[in-house]
């Protein structure tokens, strides 16, 4: 990309030792140790790091140009900007011809959820013919038996993102669903994609260490559909407290698709019933019902798949067959997984007090009426505090037997965590406290029998626990299969 043409359409203040504007941008960073040579270097100014002190490094890697907010003390060229994570998102998607507008993208935000619904969707479009990459928590991929590519956010960085549609393009492929986290809509990371479609799922306490109040993360969310114009579609679960507030925010020239289960809703369950196999119910789309017989268990995985369905009817696809390729799908890594039976162990990515509150109903649903139900979970440290003895509480409330351990401590003492989860409960005699994390997972199957069900909480997916400055190998799934002599 040509400097004259960055010039020519981006905001800017000032221009500071900007002579030749033929030269040649061959990249976008705002990584000083990952620029290279003629790349354009962004100062980012973020919650712990300001990439202005880090220009100098930058300018001895090569870059060729920067973005910044506050003059530099060097001699190299600078466009000087009211907002760099603003600009940033404006200059990606100028990098890379504006990929998004080529794409039918829909976007789904809530606090539980995305990651399954992503899923679900993606499903649906290709049972349907037409192919669909996905972007979210597991990272991306090009098709459903594609490999997952990484990603570091649930919502990339806005270089990396627009890459990514980039890519999507070449590929042919006209469908892109993807998360989108309250933390990139905030910090801009999605400005200038092109939405089509916004999905909400639900919205309860979490990442209040970053916006403060339950009001600034709906702000940050309802962007999502604010911003949506005339022909775009909004999915709104009816159920949720916020809905209404959502709802409020859609223009009325977009086209407003609701689905719930107590509620009045386009897309309604009817009927639900669980048992060991899965869930069933009747769905009941705009007067038209259809029987359905889920493999997914719990009431969550009702509302995930209600979402899916709306979206397809949003989307103009085919229902029936939307419903049929729901009954096929038996889950999504880490997402109430059933890793072993006898004792039944389920590895879920549940780390809020919502979450857990739902997959332990869900779990209690499917535990035998002789056995009991085991909870195991930990907090995540750097995050938000006043959660932790919220979901002691919850698990004091819906489970038999509760053992405390760590999640990812970060840089907080795991003890003091702990100590913060076990203030929620009424009395915590007979719970078991055990920092070590796969310690707790071999004293859960210690104090288990074969018709107990326990509930491995807070991780699901993720391979790795950050303790202190270092991060190391785990996997919940992997040491419960190992420890339970799972093959």
């Known amino acids: 990309m040509k400097l004259r043409t960055l010039i020519d359409n981006i905001n800017y203040l000032n221009l500071v030792n900007l002579e030749d504007f033929s030269e ?6 705002y ?55 603003e600009s940033i998102a404006q200059i990606a998607d100028l990098f890379y011809s504006s990929p998004s507008k080529k794409l039918n993208l829909i976007g789904v935000t809530g606090t539980n959820g995305k990651t399954t619904v992503t899923h679900l969707i993606q499903k649906i479009f290709e049972e349907n013919n037409k192919k669909c990459a996905l972007i ?42 993807m998360e989108v986290s309250s933390h990139a809509l905030a910090q801009h990371r999605v400005d200038c994609c092109d939405f089509n479609g916004a999905v909400f799922t639900n919205l309860t306490q979490d990442h209040l260490d970053f916006h403060i109040t339950m009001d600034n993360y709906f702000k940050a969310k309802a962007k999502l ?15 949720d407290d916020y ?16 689905y719930g289960i107590k509620s009045s809703a386009d897309v309604k369950a009817l009927d639900v019933k669980f048992s060991n196999n899965g869930a069933s119910f009747i769905c009941d789309i705009k007067g038209e ?26 989307s103009g696809l085919d229902v029936k067959k939307a419903i049929s390729t729901m009954e096929n799908i038996m889950g999504v890594a880490g997402r109430f997984e059933i890793i072993t039976s006898n004792p039944t162990v389920i590895v879920d990515y549940a780390h ?41 509480r919850i698990a004091e409330d819906y489970a038999d037997k509760v053992i405390v351990t760590s999640d990812n401590p970060r840089s907080e003492d795991p003890q003091q965590i702990i100590t913060d ?61 190992e420890i339970f002599g799972v093959n």
Request: hydrophobic share 40%; aromatic share 8%; net charge negative.
């Open 289 to 314: 019902k259809y029987p359905v017989s889920l493999k997914m268990n719990g009431m969550f995985s009702i509302y995930n798949v209600l979402a899916a369905i709306t979206t397809a009817l949003a």
């Open 243 to 258: 809905a209404c507030r959502f709802i409020s925010v859609v223009s009325p020239t977009v086209n407003l698709y609701t």
């Open 225 to 239: 559909f604010s911003d949506l114009v005339a022909e775009d579609f909004a999915v709104i679960n009816a159920d």
């Open 352 to 392: 809020t007090p919502d979450g857990l509150e739902n997959v332990l109903k869900a779990a209690r649903d499917i535990t035998p009426s002789n056995g009991k139900l085991i909870c195991l979970f930990g907090c995540g440290g750097d995050r938000d505090a006043t959660k932790r003895p919220k979901m002691g």
């Open 136 to 177: 979210g928590t597991l990272g991306h991929k090009f098709f459903s038996n594609d490999s997952y590519h990484d990603a570091k956010h649930t919502t990339p960085q806005a270089p990396e993102l627009q890459k990514i549609f980039y890519n999507i393009n070449e590929k042919c492929i006209d469908n892109v669903v």
């Open 421 to 481: 989860v076990l203030a929620g409960f009424k009395s915590v005699n007979d719970v078991i406290v055990e920092p070590d994390r796969e310690l707790a997972i071999k004293e859960a199957k210690k104090i288990a029998s074969d018709n107990d069900v326990i509930l491995v909480a807070g991780k699901g997916h993720e391979d790795y626990q950050i303790l202190a400055n270092e991060t190391i190998h785990f996997d919940d799934r992997e040491k419960v299969r």
């Open 24 to 29: 040649e941008i061959n990249g976008i960073s």
């Open 31 to 85: 990584n000083s140790k990952k620029t290279n040579p003629n790349d354009l270097f962004i100062c980012l100014v973020g919650e712990h790091v300001d990439g202005h002190e880090y220009a100098e490094e930058a300018a001895a890697n090569g870059a060729c140009l920067f973005v910044v907010e506050r003059q530099l003390n060097l001699d190299v060229p600078q466009i000087i900007v009211s907002d760099t994570s």
